[in-house]
């Protein structure tokens, strides 16, 4: 069972940027993606970025050029690099891993706010 535990959510002022990390118990080399999903209060939780096994990448229409989603094997670690923020982007920010199970992270808030 992979545990992933995120981080590096906080508040940063609109335009800013918030580096967040995903941290995976185990080796991710082998997982067929990597994604970070998004839920603010009174919406559904919706995919941002995924990175594959191969490491393609897709984004949603909302993040595309302003997120950037990358790995590091060697630590177990996915990021998802946010640029330009806006306040539609706070949410809390959650990791997931999708194999033959889908395994989630707790979160971490990121709020956007001047």
């Known amino acids: 069972q992979v545990q992933l535990v995120e981080s590096g959510g906080g508040l940063v002022q609109p335009g800013g940027s918030l580096r967040i990390s995903c941290a995976a118990s185990e080796s991710i080399f082998s997982i067929n993606s990597m994604r970070w999903y998004r839920q603010s209060p009174g919406k559904k939780r919706e995919l941002v970025a995924e990175?594959?096994?191969?490491?393609?990448?897709n984004y949603a229409d909302s993040v595309k050029g302003r997120f950037t989603i990358s790995r590091d094997l060697a630590k177990n670690t996915v990021f998802l690099q946010m640029n330009s923020l806006k306040p539609e982007d706070t949410a809390v920010y959650y990791c997931?891993?999708?194999?033959?199970?889908?395994?989630w992270g707790k979160g971490t808030q990121v709020t956007v706010s001047s």
């Open positions: 997931n891993a999708n194999n033959v199970y889908a395994y």
């Open positions: 990175i594959t096994r191969g490491g393609t990448t």
